[in-house]
């Protein structure tokens, strides 16, 4: 009895550090200069140091950015006098180690008839040490245009979610794109306006691997 209880302590002790393996960092909340609306990630606990330090220094690059952009909407509020409205916010959208993506929102409200947010991605693979682009994944023209294809179907046969009258040539796929790695492919996050109305939201379309793998010549 006694050795059952033992070894029953013992893997309560040892699965959560097992489960703690299997993600690529620990992400935590960090809040910019004591304002609340200002609340971006920093990561910790990677395989890479090196890595870590890079990651957070592109967050705060970020969130440095962003209070900027707070400042100059406060700035025009009290110029041409409506309530100015700023929120940051962020998501972890894929934390299996060696890849990390999360996800940043931007609301802004700058008068009119509603505010707008923006969003943008991080990701970063820890094994080759470096932040990933979409024009990092879809390297060669053939990848590109076999996504936009997938999109278009997609966005097509949705008439009520996406622009009815959406063109090929509207989906813009580039280095700024956002997007977020999953098991089986990635993400597109695409922005207001983009290529659905303002009601329809941060429209995100999972594509599977195997839609541009195939072109994939490395």
Same mark, same amino acid.
């Given at each position: 009895m006694k050795k059952l209880c033992l070894c029953f302590i013992l893997f309560a002790i040892i699965t959560p550090t097992v489960f703690a393996n299997g993600q690529t960092a620990l992400v935590t909340d960090e809040i910019y200069?004591? #304002?609340e609306s200002l609340k971006y990630p920093q990561v910790s606990e990677t395989e890479k140091p090196g890595m870590e330090d890079k990651i957070n220094k592109a967050f705060q690059k970020y969130i440095k950015e962003s209070y900027i952009e707070l400042k100059e909407n406060e700035e025009q509020a009290e110029k041409y006098d409506f309530h100015a409205e @700023? /929120?940051?916010d962020y998501e972890v959208k894929y934390n299996q180690s060696p890849k990390l993506s999360i996800l940043t929102s931007n609301y802004i409200y700058s008068g009119g008839a509603h505010g707008n947010t923006t969003v943008e991605s991080f990701n970063f693979d820890i094994d080759k040490g470096k932040r990933v682009y979409l024009t990092n994944i879809l390297t060669e023209?053939? /990848?590109i245009e076999a996504v936009r294809d997938y999109v278009w179907e997609y966005a097509t !046969?949705? %008439?009520? #979610? =996406?622009?009815p009258d959406l063109k090929k040539e509207d989906i813009k796929l580039t280095?700024?794109?956002? =997007? @977020? =790695? *999953?098991?089986d492919g990635i993400t597109l996050v695409f $922005? $207001?306006?983009e290529i659905a109305p303002y009601v329809a939201?941060? $429209?995100? #379309?999972? +594509? %599977? *691997? !195997? +839609? @541009?793998e195939k072109n994939d010549k490395k």
């Open positions: 200069k004591d #304002i @700023y /929120q940051t023209k053939e /990848q !046969e949705r %008439p009520d #979610i =996406f622009y280095k700024d794109t956002a =997007f @977020y =790695f *999953t098991d $922005q $207001q306006y939201g941060n $429209q995100e #379309i999972h +594509v %599977p *691997t !195997e +839609v @541009y």
